[in-house]
């Protein structure tokens, strides 16, 4: 037997995928899946997660491959550390990006404390990534080799320990389609299934609603402004907008303009028609390095600075308060608080923090 594995199942074909790979190699199995949130009226969109009918997809998948099936529920933790964080971040005029912290929260610490609990000794998830050991013993995080389906930005915050008992079996996979032909071999009903892409709490992607339902909160109007301050008309609320937002402003302008800039304090979207959405440099904080320890001198990588984006060449120089200054060679655009930067040195992870 090749060891204990808690498969995270959320209802996607990935993640049941990934149990069908670790049985076939050896493991002893069991699928878990986490209790998150549920909506008011039980339901959510057709690309959303955390529904009845994902529960029902990952139940059968772990009976179609005869292992223990697990359901924990984490709503409190959920509410806490990813919603909380949330709003907070859009209050404070960030942007933030609740599916890190669900990964890093509840997939990386709570599911994988639990199964520790139960005598697992490997987490695994259908992310699309790769984990390595170095030559020095240092444990790796790397790209996945389908490229568009790379999901190493989302879990730059594994330690050491983390990536030791964590697998990634879909990241060797360069087709999708490779992984629909695995799930319908085994008859899950999900083989075709299409993949969740919205938020699980936020309806239809309209945060400014949920925000002020959640909170109780009424975010009140306030001024677009232009780089000079001169007022270019009225906002529905700072909470509404983010950094690079061109559509949906609501304003006849001349030309296109975009968000550069909330100021919470003066209740102000400052707009740019350009030059002033893009940064030389960027300083980001709670910086976890995995593939070295702080360079004492400067270190050359490429970076991102969202999910989507692509990689900028630039320099990295470790502070002494743990924060890192990551200095782009060529202006990068619609750099938002709250987001994650995250350093490459070709397809292995340097490290990654969050934007401040």
């Known amino acids: 037997m090749a060891g204990r594995a808690m498969i995270a199942m959320s209802g996607g074909v990935d993640s049941s995928v990934a149990a069908?790979?670790?049985l076939e190699a050896g493991y002893d199995c069991a699928g878990a899946m986490m209790k998150l949130?549920?909506?008011a009226d039980g339901g959510g969109g057709e690309r959303s997660c955390c529904t009845?009918?994902?529960?029902?997809d990952a139940r059968q998948a772990a009976c179609a491959l005869g292992i223990p099936f697990y359901v924990f529920n984490f709503r409190e933790e959920f509410e806490r550390e990813v919603i909380g964080r949330f709003v907070r971040t859009y209050e404070e005029g960030g942007t933030p990006n609740p599916c890190i912290d669900c990964n890093r929260y509840m997939k990386h610490r709570m599911l994988f404390e639990r199964a520790a609990i139960l005598g697992?000794?490997?987490l695994v998830t259908g992310h699309y990534a790769r984990i390595e050991r170095g030559a020095d013993g240092r444990w790796l995080l790397k790209k996945a080799k389908n490229s568009r389906k790379d999901q190493s930005y989302v879990l730059y915050f594994l330690s050491q320990e983390q990536l030791a008992r964590t697998?990634?079996?879909l990241g060797g996979f360069s087709d999708k389609d490779e992984i629909r032909a695995i799930a319908e071999k085994h008859g899950f009903r999900n083989a075709r299934k299409r993949e969740s892409q919205d938020i699980c709490f936020v309806d239809d992607g309209k945060y400014g609603d949920f925000l002020e339902k959640y909170t109780?909160?009424?975010f009140p109007p306030g001024d677009f402004v232009d780089e000079e301050g001169r007022v270019?008309?009225?906002?529905r609320g700072i909470t509404r907008y983010t950094i690079g937002q061109r559509k949906g402003l609501g304003l006849s302008l001349n030309q296109p303009m975009y968000v550069c800039r909330k100021d919470v304090g003066r209740n102000e979207v400052t707009l740019t028609k350009g030059p002033a959405l893009y940064s030389d440099a960027l300083l980001a904080d709670h910086f976890n390095w995995i593939a070295c320890d702080p360079p004492k001198d400067p270190l050359r990588v490429t970076a991102k600075t969202r999910y989507r984006a692509k990689e900028s060449p630039a320099t990295v120089r470790a502070l002494e308060d743990g924060s890192v200054l990551v200095f782009f060679d060529h202006p990068e655009r619609a750099v938002a608080k709250g987001q994650a930067v995250v350093l490459y040195d070709g397809d292995v992870v340097v490290g990654g923090g969050t934007i401040q």
């Not at 009845?52 to 029902?56: L, N, Q, W």
């Not at 270019?232 to 906002?235: D, E, I, M, N, Q």
């Open 20 to 22: 069908a790979l670790m």
């Open 37 to 39: 949130y549920e909506k």
């Open 52 to 56: 009845a009918d994902d529960a029902e």
């Open 120 to 122: 697992f000794d490997t």
């Open 167 to 169: 697998s990634f079996p």
């Open 216 to 218: 109780g909160r009424v």
């Open 232 to 235: 270019l008309g009225r906002h």
